[in-house]
């Protein structure tokens, strides 16, 4: 690969795709906004459409997705422009079962790769829970007391199962 080009043909799939998407594009009349007041904080879990979980489309939510859809400092800046400025107005943090971030240890990620592919990622925290309830619920109060969040912003946990589709709410 040359510095500076776009590798074309690692992507060519994704952009044939999208070939066709502009072709039948539906979504020029969206704004910015969320036009259901909703943002979902979730996994980057291929598994989850988190518009389709809860009923919605393009345009309805504000998504936010990292690994074990953990609350981070990014995620908490993400949520303060949202709230202010995009119409959030309820926030959804929703990690899923069967997650590789609450299923390993965090020393045991680092190992894997170190072994598999000789680099050290110990200088990162990649956040992994041994009790996803109780991180789950660290997160949502967590942005419950996050100070510079829109006032009135209401915040609730959920967790997907990604056996079966359905959200479980954890009182939190």
């Known amino acids: 690969m040359q510095e500076g080009h776009f590798p074309t043909e690692a992507f060519k799939d994704a952009l044939s795709a999208n ?23 979730t996994c980057m879990d291929s598994r989850i459409n988190p518009l389709s979980v809860i009923g919605m489309r393009s345009g309805d939510a ?6 074990g859809a953990r609350v981070t400092e990014d995620v908490l800046r993400t949520l303060v ?18 997650c590789r971030m ?14 598999q592919y000789g680099v050290d990622t110990r200088s990162l925290e990649f956040k992994t829970v041994s009790d996803q309830n109780s991180a789950l619920i660290s ?3 967590l942005i419950r007391s996050y100070p510079l969040i829109r006032k009135g912003v209401e915040v609730g946990g959920a967790i997907y199962d990604v056996a079966t589709g359905k959200i479980t709410p954890v009182d939190c």
């Open 62 to 67: 504000k998504i936010l997705r990292n690994a």
């Open 102 to 115: 609450a299923i390993s240890e965090e020393s045991d990620i680092h190992d894997l790769i170190e072994k």
């Open 19 to 41: 070939d066709e998407y502009v072709k039948n594009f539906k979504y020029s009349e969206l704004t910015g906004v969320a036009s259901k007041g909703i943002a979902i904080v």
């Open 139 to 141: 997160d949502v109060n």
């Open 81 to 98: 422009l949202a709230t202010y400025l995009l119409g959030v107005n309820r926030i959804l943090v929703m990690p899923h079962t069967n």
